[in-house]
């Protein structure tokens, strides 16, 4: 890195050779389209204000496309495509012209913080004419706008490695989960696997195993109400259903920092279980998902959202990976989806984890599982403690290398 010089204007100084501009002056910003009617051979990815709504057989955009939501408190998300995909009318579409970056220009907005720029009082928005009109600074050269891009674009694609590889470290576990517990494999007293080794099934389950109510064994606390203006800067947060992964699994994001009253059962302990209770997804990828959330450095205290519930063992008799993992087999999955209720908005009912019926195993059998799959869950917390790292070391470049006051050598 060099070290900047800068140059005075009507307004204020700017790196020397970065030049003021409008937005509508680098990029051509347009509405996109209604949403194409789906069907079986559904395939791209359909973007609307709140990222991907669905997927359709057919698109509107080619790659370098960046996709801003324009409507309501969504307003200023934003998507690098890198595929082909369509886009609602309540997103724009932004285009770059000749001489600029796409993934600069990706960056630079993601430095503005749309938000702040939304018009409109009962439904705020972001339309052309705002996006257009709005000033920014921006080296003239295109080599130094690629060289800033792919400094961030090289943290971004670390950050989305660790995602997954922690991807891969939960699929191994789920496996073995399966092999062991569904499949009834797990290491006999010989260490070999148990049911194809000659062990004996009675009633379709292995001796001394048996059909219990996972009520039994675990205690459920609901997510604590609020209102909208408990929702005020603290060193406390809401955990909400942002922060669970579609198909289950814990992203540090989608906390709401929270000032109001709370039960002790509500708070979130390090290494704690929690499923989500309601899904706006439109094909329940998020309702009665588990995660296990871990500490985040920004907050002091994690609270469960009222959309969530904290799963927690009564005893020894199970362990948190057995439990989690247990919460993500396709027969709870499909059992949550039993007891749910709503249309567009699903609620997952407070009876449907108590109720489970689940096949209990030996206990030194749970034991052994917990002492194999706990270093994966260690190791997926380091790969998400690094991400957020690397998260916060990106976010604090952007602001500097976004205005020149950090430069980089070409």
């Known amino acids: 890195m060099i070290k900047p010089k800068f140059k005075q204007t009507e307004t204020d100084k ?14 051509d910003f347009y509405n ?8 079986n051979l559904a395939q791209w990815p359909v973007f609307g204000s709140n990222g991907i709504i669905g997927y359709a057989d057919e698109c509107n955009s ?10 309501g408190s969504y307003c200023g998300s934003l998507y690098y495509s890198e595929e082909k995909c369509w886009v609602t009318d309540n997103a724009i579409i932004g285009k770059t012209r000749k001489g600029t970056n796409c993934k600069f220009l990706f960056y630079l907005l993601m430095s503005l913080g749309l938000n702040r720029h939304r018009g409109g009082s009962g439904q705020p928005l972001l339309n052309q004419g705002i996006l257009n009109s709005i000033e920014i600074e921006i080296p003239d050269k295109l080599s130094i706008q690629c060289a800033i891009a792919k400094i961030l674009s090289d943290l971004d694609s670390k950050i989305e490695l660790n995602r997954q590889i922690n991807k891969t470290l939960e699929s191994i576990a789920q496996a073995i989960f399966k092999r062991w517990f569904v499949d009834f494999e797990f290491p006999d007293e010989k260490g070999k696997p148990y049911k194809s080794s000659g062990g004996e099934i009675k009633n379709g389950i292995p001796r001394e195993w048996a059909l219990r109510k996972l009520g039994d064994y675990v205690n459920v606390a609901k997510g604590c ?14 955990v909400t259903l942002k922060s669970i992964e579609r198909g289950g699994g814990f992203k540090k ?16 302990q390090d290494g704690d279980i929690v499923v989500a209770h309601t899904d706006l997804t439109q094909k329940a990828e998020v309702l009665g998902q588990p995660a296990i959330v871990h500490h985040v450095r920004k907050y002091t205290t994690l609270i469960a959202s009222l959309d969530l519930s904290i799963v927690r063992s009564l005893n020894d008799e199970l362990n948190n990976a057995f439990i989690y993992f247990l919460l993500k087999t396709d027969d709870f999955q499909n059992h949550a989806l039993g007891y749910a209720n709503g249309t567009t908005v ?3 009912s407070t009876k ?3 109720k489970y019926e689940f096949v209990l195993p030996q206990k030194n059998i749970v034991s052994k599982f917990g002492m194999i799959i706990q270093p994966i869950l260690d190791k997926v917390k380091i790969n998400s403690e690094e991400t957020e790292n690397i998260i916060l070391l990106r976010d604090s470049l952007l602001p500097r290398l976004m205005t020149g006051k950090i430069r980089v050598k070409v």
């Open 14 to 27: 700017i790196s020397k050779d970065w030049a003021m501009k409008k937005l509508g002056d680098i990029a």
């Open 32 to 39: 996109g389209k209604s949403s194409p009617k789906r069907n």
């Open 62 to 71: 080619e790659n370098g496309t960046i996709i801003i939501g324009r409507v």
């Open 225 to 238: 109400s609020y209102s909208s203006s408990d929702l005020q800067d603290s060193d406390k947060a809401l």
């Open 253 to 268: 994001e989608g906390f709401k920092e929270y000032i109001g009253p709370y039960k002790p059962a509500q708070e979130i």
């Open 346 to 348: 699903l609620h997952l």
């Open 352 to 354: 449907a984890i108590p």
